[in-house]
């Protein structure tokens, strides 16, 4: 039974919720799973692995999600943000080691104007490379000005498409805002990213199947799935971590069911356990972030505690110890090209 069901993934890209649950709940064939994606990443992405460099701007936030070492309630944390200057060294940087994607990452605030952000993303396109933001929900306008500045691409992780948990973790915020922002994300033609965490107190597997479909329904050009890590100045500081091999899983499963997107192995994977994000590229991921934000800052983006950081200069040897390549492109998702051709 749950050899026809994974056949069927990789042959139809298609389960249903129940065919989802079933696969998520039984552990004897996970090996089969890993397997499955991995070949369908190989044969619908390739051997190559997208890398992206990612600036950590700003970890000032508005919001207060119950997860998160960066949310506004912690005051045990030494808020900064990069001026301008700051911020194209880091693209310069990351832009002499061949980099032709920049991500730029921070917690949701108004540190940064709209005309700032702006000026800011018109300079970094001057180095000819792909811009991914990451900055939480916005207006329409506002994201209608960051694209005609030149940003290409937008991560925004719903975290769990399970409404009711949605409420409960995160609350500053509105999930259907959380939605209508991704949908006006895709309406303006951003690549849009999204994704979630698993290990959430009161997360079912049903819900999990539900993010999987989430993924599918809002037609996602990438997904990102990280595993719940505890952060000791959150309300969830005594709640167990995450399993690395559940998000494994459910990364997998994303990958048969969108056999075309980009799905990075997450660095939370490589801090719960090493080697996890080798493990993530053997089991559907196409694409790995390198993290570029001065050392004087790094740490100070603690979303979670002792996030690991994969070395520029290692990422090549690491790779090629699972015969895998490193593609120094834009690395554009194909779903997203087939849809814009
Ligand atoms: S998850 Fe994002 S929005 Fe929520 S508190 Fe952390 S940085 Fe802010």
Known sequence: MMKELIEKAKNTHSLDKNEIISLLSCNDYDEEIFTAADCIREKYVGNEVYLRALIEFSNACLKD???????CSNNNIKRYNLDE????????????????????????NNAY??????????KIKEFDVALTLSIGEK???????????????FLLRIETSDENLYKQMHPKSDYKNRINCLKNLKTLGYEIGTGCLVGLPNQSIESLADDILFFKEIESDMVGIGPFISHPQT????????????????????????????IPATTAMETLAKNGQLFALQSGANVVMI??????????????????????????????????????????????EKKNK
């Open 235 to 262: 309300p969830l500081s005594c709640t167990p971590n995450g399993d690395l091999v559940l998000a494994v899983k459910v990364m997998a499963l994303t990958r048969l069911l969108l056999p075309n997107i980009n």
């Open 85 to 108: 200057n700051e911020i194209l060294n880091c693209v310069e940087n990351a832009v002499e080691f061949g980099y032709k994607t920049i991500v730029l990452q921070s917690g949701e």
């Open 139 to 153: 207006s329409i306008e506002e994201y209608k000005s960051y694209k005609a500045a030149g940003a290409d691409r």
């Open 113 to 122: 104007s709209v005309s700032k952000l702006c000026k800011l993303i018109q």
């Open 65 to 71: 999600c119950k997860y998160c070492g960066l949310r």
């Open 291 to 336: 993290n570029f934000t001065t050392d004087d800052f790094k740490n100070d983006y603690n979303i979670y505690p002792n996030k690991s950081s994969a070395n520029p200069l290692s990422i090549a040897e690491n790779l090629e110890s699972i015969n895998r390549l490193v593609k120094m492109s834009r690395g554009n998702s194909l779903s997203w």
